[in-house]
Each structure stands twice: as structure tokens, then as C-alpha cells.
Nanobody, 122 residues
Framework: QVQPVESGGGVVQAGGSLRLSCAASDGIFDSYAVGWFRQAPGKEREFVASISWDGVNTYYADSVKGRFTISRDNAKKTVDVQMNSLKPEDTARYYC???????????????WGQGTQVTVSS
């Protein structure tokens, strides 16, 4: 698969919202689970949310449950995450990737995009 393209990041005040989009031109993008991850300076990349190939199964990190919502449009080959009630600790560069094998969960991410920066001010 080719690298996905992340967009939608920006600077927002605490309590605000952003919608991130992950787009891919790969013809089999719609066959695999896709996940969003984030990495802050000095920290390891961490899981944020994922969605199965058909959109039926979604998973969220405890830190974002109730605030973030992941969705996908296989016709457009996009996976979005709506981020509400943003906190300063959400500040990070956000990346998306499809799983190498699974259509249900993201265990082995394939190609990463360049990411999109999210900065939340206090």
C-alpha cells in the first residue's frame, strides 16, 4: 500500500474541536482496519483509535474515549477522526495507517503518512 495522507491538524484552544482526515489512493485500502496514532516530543507513538474494514468495530484508547469518534468512507478511501473537548495533553503529531493483515484490528501498521500536527493551548 502507498503512504496515506493526513490532514486537518491545527492550533486550537482547550475544549475546542478538530476533524482529522486520512486519505489513501490504494485500491485495497477498504479491505483493512485503519488506525490513528499520535506522538508527542520525547514520547513513544501511541494508539488513539481504529476502525474495522466495514466500520462495524471501533476501538479507542482510554484517554480519548467519549471525546473522539472515528469513521470511514470506503468509497472515498478516507478515515476521519472527530476530536472534541480537546485537552493540552492531546498535543501531538497524528498519523494514520492501515493494518498489514487484519480487517478488524490494527496490530501491525503498514505505511505511515507524514502526519498532521495538533496543538491544544491551555
Amino acid at each position: 500500500q502507498v503512504q496515506p495522507v493526513e490532514s486537518g491538524g491545527g492550533v486550537v484552544q482547550a475544549g475546542g474541536s478538530l476533524r482529522l482526515s486520512c486519505a489513501a489512493s490504494d485500491g485495497i485500502f477498504d479491505s483493512y482496519a485503519v488506525g490513528w496514532f499520535r506522538q508527542a516530543p520525547g514520547k513513544e507513538r501511541e494508539f488513539v483509535a481504529s476502525i474495522s474494514w466495514d466500520g462495524v468495530n471501533t476501538y479507542y484508547a482510554d484517554s480519548v474515549k467519549g471525546r473522539f469518534t472515528i469513521s470511514r468512507d470506503n468509497a472515498k478511501k478516507t478515515v476521519d477522526v472527530q476530536m472534541n473537548s480537546l485537552k493540552p495533553e492531546d498535543t501531538a503529531r497524528y498519523y494514520c495507517a492501515a493494518d498489514r493483515f487484519s480487517g478488524v484490528v490494527v496490530s501491525q501498521p503498514a505505511s505511515w503518512g507524514q502526519g498532521t500536527q495538533v496543538t491544544v493551548s491551555s
